[in-house]
Nanobody, 125 residues
Framework: VQLQASGGGLVQAGGSLRLSCAAS????????MSWFRQAPGKEREFVAA???????YHSESVKGRFTISRDNAKNMVGLRMNSLKPEDTAVYYC????????????????????WGQGTLVTVSS
């Protein structure tokens, strides 16, 4: 699976952005898809996950502001980000995890098998 993230940019605090992740491969609909982010000088952190059947999980830091979604017919995953804060500034990565684990998603970077190249989101105060 190859992943291509897009949609990042510069936005003022309180604004919105929508990230997209385009995936190649016929097995896309079997993978759990997630978004992670990495701020300068910090470790990569989990943001949100969506299962192949569209169950979702969002980290506490973004719950109520961000929404992950997927379109299996188009091999796409989205991340709608509202009420952005300066602390949301980071490079955002989409990632794919093969099925077969105990949980349908993981917050660990090492659990994911494929990664996109990242897209930069900058939120100004």
């Amino acid at each position: 699976v190859q992943l291509q993230a897009s949609g990042g940019g510069l936005v003022q605090a309180g604004g919105s952005l929508r990230l997209s992740c385009a995936a190649s491969g016929r097995t896309f609909n079997t993978y759990t898809m997630s978004w992670f982010r990495q701020a300068p000088g910090k470790e990569r952190e989990f943001v949100a996950a969506v299962s192949r059947s569209a169950n979702t999980y969002h980290s506490e830091s973004v719950k109520g502001r961000f929404t992950i979604s997927r379109d299996n017919a188009k091999n796409m995953v989205g991340l709608r980000m509202n009420s952005l804060k300066p602390e949301d500034t980071a490079v955002y990565y989409c990632a794919a995890m093969r099925p077969g684990g105990i949980m349908w998603f993981s917050q660990r970077v090492s659990s994911y098998d494929f990664w996109g190249q990242g897209t930069l989101v900058t939120v100004s105060s």
